[in-house]
């Protein structure tokens, strides 16, 4: 099916409430703007180059967010147009997008990203260091930050009632943290093209949807 069906699709049957971020890593310009065209402005990408090469191409009306693992050395490239962060894993790196907000004279928007997932290799805070980092009070040193939820990727399985406990446990994790942060906390990003319909169910605010849009990837 083509891009334009499958994001008429998506805006059609997706709840008002959640928030569409057409993942599009590794695609040309050529099938952002036929999304863009299809009425989707909010796009995802993996890798501060690729991100930083397509925002000149493509209408200034988009919201980009940054979806991948995001080395501090990289955070400069983005800085400057970023809408959304979704995968702060350290205190490293929100140090690091602090600084390159204010060069900018920016704040910039972040999700925590928090490894649920029964997989060693992926990135993110575990729930307990997320808490106790954010009881410490050490996100007032950073005024350029601004955070807006959380966001998870569930462990690549076919068990998808292992990825619906793991959408639970972030959105109870969410409610909590609201607490904390008032109104502006309002982003649960989890769910993708396999798992989406799941983590809707239980509560997602944001999906990152891929292949489903744009077909597989080539890389
Ligand atoms: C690539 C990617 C997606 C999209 O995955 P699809 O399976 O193609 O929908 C979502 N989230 C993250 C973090 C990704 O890297």
């Known amino acids: 099916m083509s891009v334009t ?11 008002k ?19 863009y065209e299809a009425g989707q402005r909010i796009f995802g990408e993996s890798r501060p180059q690729e991100l930083a090469a397509k925002v000149p191409q ?52 972040i999700l925590f990203e928090v490894h649920l997932a029964e997989d060693e290799s992926k990135s993110g805070w575990d729930t307990s260091e997320l808490k106790e980092f954010l009881a410490s009070g050490a996100m007032a040193q950073f005024p350029n930050v601004r955070p807006r939820g959380v966001m998870t990727i569930g462990t690549l399985t076919d068990d998808i ?20 942060f008032g109104p502006d906390f309002d982003t649960v990003s989890m769910g993708m093209t396999s798992d989406y319909k799941e983590a809707i169910e ?6 990152r949807i891929g292949s489903m849009i744009f077909g597989e990837r080539v890389y």
């Not at 971020?21 to 040309?28: D, E, G, I, M, R």
């Not at 239980?202 to 999906?207: A, I, K, L, N, R």
């Open 5 to 15: 069906t499958q994001i008429r699709e998506l805006q059609a049957t997706l709840p």
């Open 17 to 35: 409430d959640v928030t569409l971020v057409a993942v599009s890593k590794f695609h040309p310009v050529e099938a952002i703007r036929e999304a």
């Open 58 to 109: 493509l209408p200034k009306d988009i919201e980009w967010h940054m979806i991948g693992h995001l080395q501090t050395n990289k955070v400069k490239m983005i800085a400057p147009f970023v809408a959304l962060i979704h995968s702060v894993d350290s205190e490293r790196l929100v140090a690091e997008i602090n600084r390159q907000a204010e060069k900018c004279g920016r704040t910039i928007d």
């Open 161 to 180: 009632e292992l990825n619906k406990k793991e959408f639970l446990t972030l959105r109870e994790l969410f409610e909590e943290l609201r607490s904390q």
């Open 202 to 207: 239980c509560g997602s605010t944001m999906v």
